[in-house]
């Protein structure tokens, strides 16, 4: 796929109006009010996998509504101090998968949490555990249109809202320093990264590549890829439903989120990625922070001959080092 999007000298610059409700905060507010009355970890179990260098546990934390979220939490062996926690979100379709799936981050000395995501990990990997009891308003079968008509009942209102209290639930686990906790995805997961770094002021740093849910009016008229794929398609059997999708997605919307973020950030993006057009990336980044009343550190790398891989096994070690510098510095 050849390059489609705006050229780098106007993605640089690409700062668009979003349309944001009046609501926007308010919104959230309740809606994670409600989701904290609880503690957040109801349950840790010692799993063993085979691997001599890392510990992990099955973890069942209380997400939205207080429903079961599962996640696989992992400490190096041997680990004697507190460790900075990296929050870990999986992509559109996946599950948490199995234990020793995702190793780099434990790997790196980190203590590592991989959400499970609800009512997904039926399209890649090895599946997930969540169930989404939340799942039958009105909507397609696919995860982007589940209760798309109605921003309260949309997929992405439990799933964000799940992400947050993963970062509750790993700030309560034993061997993990509370204060340099940290949101790490691609694609979808990046998008719940963004969100959770403008739902919780006090993270450590947020890093993203190709997130899915930023520019998202934009995405749905550049690409037919993925999840938009899947909002176009439903809009196109609900003619007239333009309106209410609408206004339901500007409740999600990554780059609000952004514009709301205080922590560090680290991006990375391919200008031929289709699935998550790099206009939305930029728009993100771009707007990140705005709001806050900060400037935090944030950088982003762009691969231009990439797809929605971005920089892969490249930018993973750009983020390594990048996150190595930023806690240090927090330390200091």
């Not at 890829?225 to 176009?232: D, F, L, S, W």
């Not at 950030?265 to 391919?270: E, I, L, S």
């Not at 922070?289 to 790398?301: N, V």
């Given at each position: 796929?050849?390059?489609?999007?705006?050229?780098?000298?106007?993605?640089?610059?690409?700062?668009?109006?979003?349309?944001?409700?009046?609501?926007?905060?308010?919104?959230?507010?309740?809606?994670?009010?409600?989701?904290g009355?609880?503690?957040?970890v109801?349950?840790?179990?010692?799993?063993?996998?085979?691997?001599?260098?890392?510990?992990?546990?099955?973890?069942?934390?209380?997400?939205?509504?207080?429903?079961?979220?599962?996640?696989?939490?992992?400490?190096?062996?041997?680990?004697g101090?507190?460790?900075?926690?990296?929050?870990?979100?999986?992509?559109?379709?996946?599950?948490?998968?199995?234990?020793?799936?995702?190793?780099?981050?434990?790997?790196?000395?980190?203590?590592?949490?991989?959400?499970?995501?609800?009512?997904?990990?039926?399209?890649?990997?090895?599946?997930?555990?969540?169930?989404?009891?939340?799942?039958a308003?009105?909507?397609?079968?696919?995860?982007?249109?589940?209760?798309?008509?109605?921003?309260?009942?949309?997929?992405?209102?439990?799933?964000?809202?799940?992400?947050?209290?993963?970062?509750?639930?790993?700030?309560?686990?034993?061997?993990?320093?509370?204060?340099?906790?940290?949101?790490?995805?691609?694609?979808?997961?990046?998008?719940?990264?963004?969100?959770?770094?403008?739902?919780?002021?006090?993270?450590?740093?947020?890093?993203?590549?190709?997130?899915?849910?930023?520019?998202?009016?934009?995405?749905?008229?550049?690409?037919?890829?993925?999840?938009?794929?899947?909002?176009?398609?439903?809009?196109?059997?609900?003619?007239?439903?333009?309106?209410?999708?609408?206004?339901?997605?500007?409740?999600?919307?990554?780059?609000s989120?952004?514009r709301?973020?205080?922590?560090?950030?680290?991006?990375?993006?391919?200008?031929?990625?289709?699935?998550?057009?790099?206009?939305?990336?930029?728009?993100?980044?771009?707007?990140?922070?705005?709001?806050?009343?900060?400037?935090?550190?944030?950088?982003?790398?762009t691969?231009?001959?990439?797809?929605?891989?971005?920089?892969?096994?490249?930018?993973?070690?750009?983020?390594?080092?990048?996150?190595?510098?930023?806690?240090?510095?927090?330390?200091?």
């Amino acid at each position: 796929m050849p390059a489609f999007d705006l050229p780098l000298t106007e993605l640089e610059r690409h700062r668009p109006d979003i349309e944001e409700p009046a609501d926007f905060d308010a919104f959230w507010t309740s809606t994670l009010k409600e989701a904290g009355q609880t503690d957040a970890v109801v349950s840790v179990r010692r799993v063993e996998t085979g691997l001599r260098l890392t510990r992990t546990w099955d973890v069942t934390f209380r997400g939205f509504a207080g429903d079961p979220v599962r996640a696989w939490f992992s400490l190096p062996a041997g680990a004697g101090e507190l460790l900075p926690s990296v929050v870990e979100f999986a992509g559109y379709g996946r599950g948490r998968g199995l234990p020793h799936e995702r190793l780099t981050w434990v790997n790196a000395g980190y203590a590592h949490l991989l959400m499970d995501n609800r009512g997904q990990g039926d399209q890649y990997g090895c599946g997930g555990d969540t169930p989404d009891p939340h799942a039958a308003a009105p909507g397609g079968p696919g995860p982007a249109v589940r209760g798309l008509l109605c921003a309260a009942d949309y997929h992405y209102r439990r799933l964000i809202t799940d992400a947050v209290r993963a970062v509750a639930a790993v700030r309560g686990l034993p061997g993990v320093d509370p204060g340099r906790t940290v949101a790490v995805g691609n694609s979808q997961g990046g998008g719940l990264a963004l969100a959770v770094a403008g739902l919780v002021p006090d993270l450590a740093a947020v890093l993203v590549t190709a997130p899915l849910l930023c520019g998202i009016r934009r995405a749905l008229d550049l690409t037919d890829a993925g999840p938009y794929g899947e909002i176009a398609a439903y809009l196109s059997v609900h003619r007239g439903a333009e309106h209410a999708a609408y206004r339901t997605l500007s409740y999600v919307e990554g780059v609000s989120f952004a514009r709301r973020a205080q922590a560090p950030a680290h991006f990375g993006v391919g200008l031929r990625d289709t699935v998550c057009p790099p206009s939305g990336t930029y728009a993100a980044f771009n707007r990140y922070a705005e709001l806050a009343g900060t400037d935090p550190r944030r950088e982003i790398h762009t691969y231009p001959f990439n797809g929605h891989e971005g920089g892969d096994a490249v930018q993973v070690r750009r983020q390594l080092d990048w996150l190595e510098t930023v806690l240090t510095d927090r330390r200091r």
